[in-house]
């Protein structure tokens, strides 16, 4: 995969550990696309905690060292592959899953990974596109089935795939609450598509929730931190209610029985379980949701 006497710089990591065995490196190979890849220069890499976990060691999957961190990356097509067609050097693209790691000035990565960036967007937002929405897409739209008129929590709504969530339910006609621990979160939850905000500090927040959503209470929660929230989840659910766990961080105890009186679901989404249907069908509708995002960003300013 490398080129000779091409080098590049790039982080690498040899440990795991914390963020010190992040290490710059200037002698690091160029990639060479093989069949159905693509190399691209990056302009910006985005940054998620999935990245973090995988460095410390503490998550499931563990890369071979070294390695190059980093998924979501935006720049210019350099050079392709066998087989691509898709794209051609020049292109403006964003993807959602490096071969060789997006720390670094040039990655590789598959050509069905790989999205025309929407002109409307620049290379740092392009790099934002990837896991957090590519995450909040499947959470809401998929694993939830959420559509126009039903309202939406999201439980931890200022983080990437937080504020990636409220845009989406906004832009899709959703009643959206979110959460967050601090004012500039709250603030920034409302800026981005939020119609309340909660902060999830507050000892009674929970019940100020109730009293917004009433009775009813509400169809679908998006839970980043499950391991914290997830019984007062089941509490606030409406009848057929659906909590989508994206995120836990350890065990937490519930009663079943409290899915019972509502027929309500819990269910996991991991965005790495998606198909190349389920990715093809987000990049299908993209620059839709991009156009309806931003309109519904015009709108909530002239309200």
Do not use: W
């Not at 210019?76 to 000035?105: C, L, P």
């Not at 809401?140 to 990437?160: F, I, M, Q, W």
């Not at 507050?202 to 019940?207: A, K, S, T």
Request: glycine share 10%; with cysteine.
């Amino acid at each position: 995969m490398a080129t000779a006497g091409k080098l590049m710089r790039a982080i690498r990591v040899f440990e795991f550990g914390g963020p010190e065995v992040l290490k710059l490196r200037s002698d690091v190979a160029v990639p060479i696309p093989k069949d159905h890849q693509v190399l691209i220069k990056v302009h910006a890499c985005g940054v998620n905690p999935v990245e973090t976990y995988i460095r410390s060691g503490t998550y499931r999957r563990k890369p071979l060292l070294p390695y190059t961190p980093g998924s979501d990356v935006a720049g210019i097509i350099e050079a392709i592959g066998e087989n691509v067609s898709t794209f051609k050097k020049g292109d403006r693209v964003f993807t959602t899953a490096t071969i060789s790691g997006g720390y670094a000035e040039y990655a590789l990565a598959s050509d069905h990974t790989v999205y025309i960036l929407p002109e409307k967007l620049d290379l740092k937002q392009g790099a934002a596109i990837g896991i957090p929405y590519f995450t909040a897409y499947r959470a809401l739209l998929h694993s939830a089935r959420a559509k126009a008129g039903e309202s939406v929590l999201v439980h931890g709504a200022s983080g990437g795939v937080g504020i990636a969530a409220c845009q989406i339910a906004r832009a899709y006609g959703l009643k959206v609450l979110g959460t967050a621990g601090t004012e500039e979160g709250q603030n920034i939850v409302l800026q981005n598509g939020a119609h309340e905000v909660f902060n999830h500090r507050e000892l009674n927040y929970i019940d100020k929730i109730k009293k917004s959503v009433g009775e009813k209470g509400i169809d679908v929660i998006i839970e980043m931190l499950a391991n914290v929230n997830l019984s007062n989840d089941l509490d606030l659910l409406s009848y057929g209610g659906r909590v989508i766990v994206v995120g836990s961080r350890g065990p937490i105890e519930i009663n079943p029985r409290d899915t019972i009186p509502k027929e309500t679901s819990i269910i996991g989404t991991a965005l790495y379980s998606s198909t190349k249907v389920i990715f093809a069908a987000f990049a299908a509708k993209r620059n839709q949701i991009i156009q309806d995002i931003q309109l519904s960003s015009k709108k909530k300013k002239k309200l």
